[in-house]
């Protein structure tokens, strides 16, 4: 399975994940998977452990490690925009 296709189950099934990204292990909430005006694949989510809770972007093509636990979440973080301007194209969201 790609990135792509666990962050979107992910999504899917409101369900947090765990991924390295530079070099720090982050528990996430996803919330959106798209293209961003840098053409890059990304995952916008509410990150709950890392270097703080609050929205992050994660470039996809900089993720080290990523899976899907069995942590299940409820409604949106604080913020939510399903149509989050930084998304050009949006593949899923919550």
Known sequence: MTYAEIIKK???GRKVVE???KDVPRK???HILGFVGTGQ???SGWQTS???AGWR???VADIAELSATNVSFLGTAPGYNPD???FY???DRI
């Open 19 to 21: 991924l390295r990204y």
């Open 41 to 43: 694949l990304a995952l």
């Open 57 to 59: 972007l994660f470039h």
């Open 89 to 91: 194209r949006i593949i």
């Open 50 to 52: 890392g270097t703080g």
């Open 28 to 30: 996430v909430r996803p």
């Open 10 to 12: 992910a999504i899917d």
């Open 84 to 86: 989050d301007p930084a």
